[in-house]
């Protein structure tokens, strides 16, 4: 994208963005527990989105508030020419928020709908747990996505600067399927890779790539990623015991 386009395109998605703001009294102020969704979703949105939650310049835009336009539009367009943001996605937001943005009240809904989101609600009752007849089909699929797996992290690692959507598309030729797999349970799957703590329980690349590919196959089951990896193993072992034993007795 060429330098003009690109400022046009900072220009035009920050005046949307930062229209309510400097709107008369029509737009109802947010309450105290919606602000805190905000924050929430600001921050969550920081690390998704590629912004550094410790960026002094992020804070200093919008430690006054409302915010200077002109210093959101210029950190906007750096980010456009250093190929951090799409502009095709760029003018499909600007769509979307033209057509869920027609009246004031329409804001409101909008933002406390997108700032909920920022904070998962709890699983009622007990943990789903996974049949034991179903463990062998945990452990082929996790076998299935463990290629797909390896090559995401492996991409992931070397242009961090690309988004999880980005990358599964750039695998898809490839891997038809086992991205199918991964994008429809694309919300689990960036919630497991920010997830430091769990993914530290493999020390190794291959490990680890099994380790996610545990975790993605257990969304078919609706499991969680510690409970997957851990019936995956299992049901490995117990697959292995029994065609070793098999063997044994032939």
Known sequence: MDEQTARSFARDLITKLLEPMFSSSKYKPLTIVELMYIGAYFTRSMVEFGFDPLDDEIYSIFGTFPPDPSRVEKLLFRRIMAGKENPDEII??????????????????????????????????RKKKIDESDLPRLA????????ACKNFLMLRK???QRSTREILEFLAADFPKQVENLVRHQQAFEQMLQDKKFLR????????????????????FGLKPSYAARRAKEARRKSKFGANEAKAQN
Do not use: H, N, W
């Open 158 to 160: 070397q242009f961090p």
């Open 92 to 125: 499909e937001a600007k769509q979307k928020l033209r057509q869920l943005t027609e009246t004031p009240g329409s804001y409101r809904r909008v933002a406390i709908s997108l700032f909920k989101e920022a904070v998962p609600g709890g699983t009622p009752g």
């Open 140 to 147: 082929v699929l996790s076998d299935r996505l463990v290629p």
């Open 201 to 220: 329980t493999a020390r190794t690349e291959k490990s680890r790539s099994r380790l996610v590919a545990d975790a993605m196959a257990g969304c078919a």
